[in-house]
């Protein structure tokens, strides 16, 4: 009761974000995910959530697809000029 429920979701986010940053910072990628799972029955049990307990989402982690991405040059005469 002391921390206003607009703080714990912002806090729980922030936290979220954190999570997902500190993996990244370490070669990881993955992304958050809310989605219809968040609120379903089953998933909210075998969580052991109760009551106005929540689920702010899933981080999905992972280490990043290792395909080489092509890349056109372009011909930067058109808006570049060298002085």
């Keep these: 009761d002391k921390v206003p429920v607009i703080e714990q ?3 729980a986010g922030c936290a979220t974000q954190a ?3 500190a ?12 989605g219809k799972w968040a609120y379903h ?5 075998s969580l052991g959530l109760t009551g ?4 702010v989402g899933f981080l999905y982690m992972g280490t990043p697809g290792c395909r080489e991405a092509k890349v056109n ?3 930067v005469s058109q808006f570049v000029e060298y002085l």
Excluded at 26 to 34: A, D, K, N
Excluded at 41 to 45: F, K, L
């Design 9 to 11: 979701y912002l806090s």
């Design 19 to 21: 999570m997902q940053m």
């Design 52 to 55: 106005d307990d929540l689920i």
């Design 73 to 75: 040059e372009r011909d």
């Design 23 to 34: 993996a990244v910072a370490q070669g990881f990628s993955g992304f958050w995910r809310t």
């Design 41 to 45: 029955p089953v998933v909210r049990e």
